[in-house]
């Protein structure tokens, strides 16, 4: 157990439907990442949050958003989806060092897995 | 473009004996590679890690191996165990980015065999 959960597990919807994944980090850790893994591919980044504030973007389509919280949890939110959204939805989570800064290691979440129908 | 490739998509190996799964990466601005290893309906576990300072770094059965003139790293499972079987990716990052992402190539699914 790394510590990372994420909500729900599954998620079975339509196309052009709306839907929001969650994601709570570690206790400490204040950056939260998402990544996508579709079939037979590595995993994608798609977003990365620090303290609340959004710190980069990766290949994150336009119809996908996401935030931080102040309690540090994060959501993915994603619209109109499509077929090619299904998908495994990773969060991660990474702690700082005593001087500050980001320890590379990032711990992942059991996911949420997407089917759009 | 995939910057982190692992070219082998399975490798079967009999208990016991050594497992060698292989990396490779395009962007000589990476400095940290990562393994993680994953179970099905589970998220990916870190198992090992390397800076580009080092060319080995050992933790009990696992060992790592880069060679930064190759863009290459592996990972040796010595002995390998029923229980090592997942999949098994690969992960690089550039510490001098802000963006903290991790690159990660497409997996090797590892099987061990009795």
């Known amino acids: 157990d790394s510590g990372v959960t994420q909500t729900p597990k599954h998620l079975i919807t339509a196309t052009g439907q709306r839907v929001t994944l969650r994601c709570s980090p570690r206790?400490?850790?204040?950056?939260v990442y998402w990544y996508q893994q579709s079939l037979d591919q590595g995993l994608q980044f798609l977003i990365h949050?620090?303290?609340?504030?959004?710190?980069a973007k990766g290949n994150i389509l336009e119809r996908f958003s996401a935030q931080q919280f102040p309690d540090l949890h994060s959501e993915l939110n994603l619209s109109s989806l499509e077929l090619g959204d299904s998908a495994l939805y990773f969060c991660?989570?990474?702690?700082?060092?005593?001087?500050?800064?980001?320890?590379?290691?990032?711990?992942f979440g059991p996911g949420t897995r997407l089917t759009v129908l | 473009d995939q910057q982190v490739k692992q070219n082998s998509p399975s490798l079967s190996v009999q208990e016991g004996r050594i497992s060698i799964l292989n990396c490779d990466y395009t962007n000589s601005m990476f400095d940290y590679f990562l393994w993680y290893k994953k179970y099905p309906a589970e998220g990916p576990t870190f198992l090992i890690s390397i800076s580009s300072i080092k060319d080995k770094n050992e933790d009990g059965r696992f060992t790592v191996f880069l060679n930064k003139s190759a863009k290459h790293l592996s990972l040796h499972i010595v002995p390998s165990q029923p229980g090592d079987s997942a999949v098994y990716f690969c992960?690089?990052?550039?510490?001098?980015?802000?963006?903290?992402?991790?690159?990660f190539g497409r997996g090797t699914q590892l099987t061990v065999w009795p």
């Open positions: 949050y620090y303290n609340g504030e959004e710190r």
């Open positions: 992960a690089a990052k550039n510490r001098g980015s802000t963006l903290g992402r991790l690159y």
């Open positions: 991660a989570s990474s702690p700082r060092t005593s001087g500050g800064a980001l320890v590379d290691t990032q711990y």
């Open positions: 206790s400490g850790d204040l950056s």
